[in-house]
């Protein structure tokens, strides 16, 4: 059974940093694309940062310059690191496993916390 087992959530202060990582509990093959998504109280899941398996990246607006999102194509586990963390980035975030038109994967959701 396919789990996304995320780490590195947490609570900082304004201007910090943490990374998060997502590891498959097993090998999952046919990976189109792997990200992260994120959901504060009273909205919508959005979009964060993305890498496909080809390496091309793509970040919101929010976060370009900022965040970072890498990958280890040995295990699959998929990276985020952010910096320079605001208030506004606080919100539980969610790993994604894209394998077109194979049903992906989502994780459980680590809470990270910025307080200012």
């Known amino acids: 059974q396919v789990q996304l087992v995320e780490s590195g959530g947490g609570l900082v202060q304004a201007g910090g940093s943490l990374r998060l990582s997502c590891a498959p509990s097993v090998s999952i093959f046919g990976i189109n694309a792997m990200g992260w998504y994120r959901q504060a109280p009273g909205k919508q899941r959005e979009l964060v940062a993305a890498i496909t398996s080809g390496g091309k990246t793509n970040y919101a607006d929010s976060v370009k310059g900022r965040f970072t999102i890498s990958r280890d194509n040995a295990n699959n586990t998929v990276y985020l690191q952010m910096n320079s963390l605001k208030p506004e980035d606080t919100a539980v975030y969610y790993c994604?496993?894209?394998?077109?038109?194979?049903?992906?994967?989502w994780g459980q959701g680590t809470q990270v916390t910025v307080s200012s």
């Open positions: 994604n496993v894209d394998r077109g038109r194979v049903r992906g994967y």
